[in-house]
Structures are given as structure tokens and as C-alpha cells.
């Protein structure tokens, strides 16, 4: 778990922002999802190798996995049993203190093998003995991170801040907190956004903050699982320039392009446009020139592939994210 310096109001701005951002830095193991098949075998695993330190792995609901061999001592690894772990006599899976095992109901189960076939953990030659089946819910070792976090993430746009972010596996998650500070000390409740129990699948969640405060804004993640345990998330921080709401007009000239112009918006630079399809993938990204009365004027040429039908553009500036639909006759 990162620590975070607790008094941050005597620190200049710079160094709390280097603070943050650093650490923020975290680096997350693979999640290894088997396919029926063997332990041993690289082609049973979607991380491309047989588990290994710090991985999570993930054995689904349906999918049997042969364990045909004896590990060496995993560190840091989480086993997640939605389905079946079958041992071979003699086989064994030797896992440190920090490791963990979940047999999942109602489909999680461990069997197979004879009084050899073993689960070491953390010097117990025999937290679990083959030749027997046990179901779920059965657990090994210490509780797991419930979820693994992919992203993080807060944009500006004209209403207030977009927060964002994603989870490539959840366990037992309950519910997320969105808290924003600008001190480090003091914390507003910003929302409460329900999390997706127990999965495998990537998910992707976001909140809006609708009552920043000018200039930077600092957000804590936090999760809480169905049995009131909870992990905090490093900070991020988002700026936020109030008072100026940009508009975006999209018109179709007479040559089959469009003209798209953001009047009397003031940028510190001038902003990339993104085009964007309706399944969120950029089609291209435009420059733009100045135009009258300090506008900033873009022009969209149709390219290959662009078919007819709704397309989204996009500027970020420093203060909010404007988007606005339009649709390619």
C-alpha cells in the first residue's frame, strides 16, 4: 500500500504535484486466464506463461485445469477458482505468505490426486491434501487486492470534471467513492458508484464532478468490498479553469467538407481536434488555423473508410473537454 505524506499544505505547488504524480506510479502483476488444458502448458494461459510470481490467476467457471507438475515457490500470486484445479498424483502448487487461494461457489472446486498432491502455503506442507474435493467457498491465505486498476483518470469539460477509470478484475467488489481534496488533508464526498461484484472482465466506470474549485483538483479512489474492507488509490490531479464555456459549430461547405470552429475561446495553445466514431475509435486528428476574432477553424476531409452515419469531434483544452455530434451524409 503506498503512504502519502499527510501534511501537504505547507508544500509548494511544484513538489505537491511532483508528489502526486509519483506516487501515483504503480505497477500491476498480469492476470493469467486459463482455457481448459494442461498447468504446464503455455497455450492453457491468455499471459502467455505458465503462472508465476505476482500474477492473478484466473481459472473461470467451465474450465478445468490439470495441475501435472510442482511449482516453485510463487510469490505474490492470487489463485481465483470459478472452476475446476484438477491435481495429478504428486502435484503440488507452493505459494508464500502473500499468496492466496479462492475456490468460488457455486462451480469453484479443487480435486484430484492422492494424499501427494498438495497446496503448500506459507510453510504448511498441507493446507490442502489431495485425493478429496473441495468446493467453494474455500480460501487460502490472506485476502487478495479486490480489484486490479487499469486507469485513473479526470478530464475539464463545459460542466465541471470527468473522472474515469477501468478495472481489469474485481472481487467481491461492492461499491466505489469519488473524494476530492486541494489541501491533501481535508476530503468532499464527490459520488458513491456501485462496482460489479466478482469478474474477470474488463469494466469501465465514470462520475462527474460538477462543482470544482479553480485551479487543481485532487481525487482519491476508493473501494470498498461486499464485507466492508476498503483500498485506497493514489491521487490524481486535474485543473480546472472556470468561467469560460466553448462551443463547438460543425458546417458542410459546398466541396463535401466540414468546417468546424470554436469562437472566442482562449487556449494557451492551439488544441488538436479528434474525429470519433460511434464505437470510440479515432478516425483522424486535425490542426487547426486561426480564424477571426481569435477563433480557431478546422477543416474536415472526409477520408477512406469514413462511411455515412454519426461521428463524434473532440477538443481538450485546459479547462473542459468539448464534444459534439455530427453526422456524415
Not at 64 to 91: M, R
Not at 242 to 266: A, K, L
Not at 270 to 286: E, H, K, Q, W
Request: hydrophobic share 35%; proline share 6%.
Amino acid at each position: 500500500m503506498i503512504r502519502f505524506i499527510k501534511k501537504f499544505r505547507s508544500l509548494p505547488k511544484v513538489l505537491f504535484v511532483f508528489l502526486l504524480l509519483f506516487c501515483a506510479t504503480r505497477v500491476y502483476s498480469a492476470t493469467c486466464t486459463a482455457v481448459s488444458g494442461i498447468y504446464s502448458n503455455t497455450s492453457t494461459w491468455s499471459c502467455g506463461h505458465v503462472p508465476q510470481s505476482g500474477d492473478n490467476v484466473i481459472i473461470p467457471a467451465g474450465v478445468t485445469v490439470e495441475v501435472d507438475i510442482t511449482t516453485v515457490l510463487l510469490s505474490n500470486t492470487n489463485f481465483y477458482v470459478f472452476g475446476i484445479l484438477n491435481f495429478d498424483n504428486a502435484a503440488k502448487i507452493k505459494l508464500d505468505c502473500n499468496s492466496s487461494v479462492w475456490v468460488e461457489p457455486p462451480t469453484g472446486e479443487l480435486t484430484g490426486g492422492n494424499g501427494g498432491s498438495k497446496i503448500e502455503y506459507c510453510g504448511d506442507p498441507n493446507a490442502w491434501t489431495g485425493g478429496q474435493t473441495t468446493n467453494g467457498p474455500f480460501t487460502i491465505g490472506t485476502s487478495p487486492l479486490p480489484i486490479e486498476l487499469l486507469s485513473f483518470t479526470g478530464t475539464p469539460n463545459s460542466v465541471g470534471i470527468e473522472l474515469n477509470w477501468s478495472t481489469a478484475s474485481e472481487t467481491n467488489n461492492s461499491f466505489f467513492t469519488i473524494e476530492r481534496t486541494t489541501d491533501g488533508t481535508n476530503f468532499t464526498m464527490i459520488a458513491t458508484v456501485s462496482g460489479s461484484g466478482t469478474t474477470s472482465a474488463q469494466h469501465d466506470y465514470l462520475t462527474e464532478d460538477y462543482s470544482p474549485v479553480a485551479g487543481f483538483n485532487y481525487y482519491r479512489l476508493t473501494q470498498t468490498d461486499i464485507n466492508g474492507q476498503s483500498e485506497q488509490f493514489p491521487l490524481i490531479a486535474v485543473e480546472y479553469s472556470p468561467g469560460q464555456n466553448c462551443e463547438m459549430f460543425v458546417v458542410p461547405d459546398q466541396d463535401g467538407n466540414y468546417v468546424v470552429t470554436i469562437p472566442g475561446c482562449t487556449m494557451s495553445s492551439a488544441p488538436a481536434m479528434d474525429v470519433i466514431d460511434v464505437s470510440g475509435r479515432v478516425i483522424a486528428t486535425l490542426k487547426p488555423a486561426i480564424g477571426p476574432n481569435d477563433s480557431f477553424v478546422y477543416t474536415l476531409h472526409p477520408v477512406a473508410g469514413m462511411n455515412t452515419g454519426i461521428y463524434f469531434i473532440q477538443v481538450a483544452t485546459s479547462s473542459q473537454l468539448i464534444r459534439q455530434e455530427f453526422i456524415l451524409r
